[in-house]
C-alpha cells in the first residue's frame, strides 16, 4: 500500500459492468494503482483465449529464438554480437496495463544496462552448454538475482506488446468502449483507450485474467519444488541431475543448486522441463486468496449500496473532523459486523493477510472522504515510518489511524511504540488503533487496555482503541 488518491477502475471509468469484463476473462484494471498481478510467460500458452494465446506465445519464441544465433556469435564482451543482444535484452517500460508493485506510478520497472548485461552472460553460459530451445530465456530470472516479478512481467509485456493492443482493441470494439488513442506498433496500427488519470495520453492495456499470477513461476523456487515433489518421475530425473531443490531455504542454497543447473545441457534441460510442461494456474481472481482485488470491489459498491452522507459546511475544522473520523471508522464497524463486508477479510475459512483488512478499511473511508471534503492518505510518511492512514484537512488538523488484525503477534508493541512514534513525529489532533478480530487475540484485548488506561494515568494523550468484530459469521439459517 503506498500514496493512493482517488482510485478508480476501468469498468467505472467507462461505464462496463465489471461482470462481463470478468465474464470475458478480461483483467479489470484499477487506472491510477498497480494492482500486484503480473504476466508470466509460463502460462500464456494456456490461456483460454485461444487467439490470443497462440499469437502471444509465437511472438515470444520467435524473439527469443532470433536471439540465440547471435548469443553462440559473441566472443568477447562488447563485441558487436553482445552489443547487438544488449539491445533485444534492454527492455523499456510499458504503460498501460497497470500491473506491478508500485502504486501511484503505472510505468513498471524497466531492465537497465547492468542487469541487461548480467542476463547476456548468463544466457551465453547456457548456450554454450548446447541448449537452443528459445524457452531459456524463461528461466534466465529463476537463475539471475535482482530479476523479480515486475522485470518478468515487462520483458513479456515487451516482447507481446503488438498481441495485448490487439487484444485490447478487440475487446473495447465489442464491448463499444471508446478508443481515441492511436499507436502504431510494428507496422500496424491501433486504436486504443486512453487512461484519463496520467497527465500525458497515456492507452489503457486490457490483458486476460488467466496470464496472470502473482508471484510468476520463473521467480519462485518454492513452486519449482512443489512440482518435483508431487510427481515421482520428474523427482528422479531432479535427483539425477539437480538434486533435492525442494529444501531450498537459503540464499546459499539456492546459489548451489544453480551452479548444479548450470553445470550441464542435461541438468538444465531437466529444470527447463519442469517448468514449460507443468500445470502452474494463473492467479485466481475470483476467490482472491491474497486479497489483491478484493478492495476494488468493496470501493466500487460500499457508497452506492451503502450511503452515508457527512456533510460537513466548508473546511472540517478540528472537532468536525474528528467527528467525520469516527463516523467513517464506526461505518466501517458496522459493515463489518452487521452487513456482511467481513467476507472480504477471509478466503476459504482463512483470514486474508493484514494488508488485505488496511485496504478494505481504506476502500471504505476513501468512499466517505470523497464525499465529505477530507482528504486520506494511505501509508503516509511520518518521519518514524509509514503509518496506515492519515486523514488531513488542511495542514494543521492530522488524524492517523493504525489498523491491524488480532493475529498479529505485534499487536501490543503497535500500540504502545509504534503508534506513538508516529504521533511524535506528526503531531495530530487524535489517532486511533483500530483492532479486527479474526481469531487469536486472546489476552491481548486486556492487555491493550491495560496500555491505554497506564497512558492515560500518566496524563499522555493516550490513543483510541476500536475494536471490530471481523469473525466469520454462520448463515442466517444456521445462526
Known sequence: MATIKNPISFAEYYKVDPNILSRRGILNPMLNVDTKLFIDPVILKNSKQ????????????????????????????????????????????????????????????????????????????????????????????????????DRISDMTTNIILKDIYQFTSSACKALGIPTKLRIKQNGDEFQLPINPTQSKPTPVLLVPRDILRDLPVASDWSEVADVVSANAAIRARVNRFIGDIWGLRTREQKLAIRKKILSSKQAFETLLHIITEAEF???????????????????????KIF?????????????????????????????????????????????????????????????????????????????????????????????????????????????????????????????????????????KVKSLHAAHRYALEQGQQASEIVFVNGNRRASASKR
Open 281 to 303: 494456474e494463473a492467479y485466481d481472481l475470483d476467490r482472491d486468496p491474497e486479497g489483491l482485488v478484493e478492495w476494488h470491489k468493496v470501493h466500487e459498491s460500499v457508497g
Open 50 to 149: 485461444t487467439g490470443f494465446a497462440r499469437q502471444a506465445t509465437a511472438s515470444f519464441q520467435s524473439y527469443f529464438g532470433d536471439l540465440i544465433p547471435i548469443i553462440k556469435a559473441i566472443k568477447t564482451r562488447e563485441d558487436f554480437a553482445w552489443r547487438t543482444a544488449q539491445g533485444k535484452l534492454y527492455f523499456h517500460e510499458v504503460p498501460g496495463t497497470c500491473l506491478g508493485y508500485t502504486s501511484t506510478d503505472i510505468r513498471g520497472s524497466a531492465f537497465g544496462p547492468f542487469l541487461t548485461g548480467r542476463l547476456i552472460d548468463r544466457a551465453k553460459e547456457i548456450v554454450n552448454l548446447g541448449v537452443e530451445d528459445p524457452a531459456l530465456f524463461i528461466l534466465l530470472p529463476l537463475l539471475e538475482d535482482g530479476v523479480g516479478a
Open 307 to 443: 450511503p452515508i452522507r457527512l456533510a460537513l459546511t466548508g473546511p472540517p475544522r478540528k472537532q468536525a473532523a474528528i467527528d467525520l473520523v469516527c463516523k467513517i471508522i464506526e461505518q466501517f464497524k458496522t459493515l463489518v459486523e452487521d452487513k456482511g463486508l467481513w467476507k472480504s477479510l477471509w478466503n476459504n475459512g482463512t483470514p486474508r493477510n493484514e494488508k488485505n483488512a488496511q485496504m478494505v478499511f481504506f476502500a471504505v473511508a476513501d468512499t466517505y472522504c470523497k464525499d465529505n471534503g477530507l482528504d486520506i492518505t494511505p501509508e503516509a510518511d511520518t518521519g518514524s515510518g509509514p503509518v496506515d492512514f492519515k486523514f488531513s484537512a488542511g495542514y494543521r488538523v492530522r488524524i492517523l489511524v493504525e489498523v491491524k488484525l488480532s493475529k498479529n503477534p505485534q499487536l501490543l508493541h503497535g500500540y504502545t511504540k509504534q503508534l506513538e512514534a508516529y504521533k511524535d513525529s506528526q503531531d495530530p489532533v487524535s489517532a486511533y488503533y483500530l483492532v479486527i478480530d479474526v481469531g487469536g487475540i486472546g489476552n
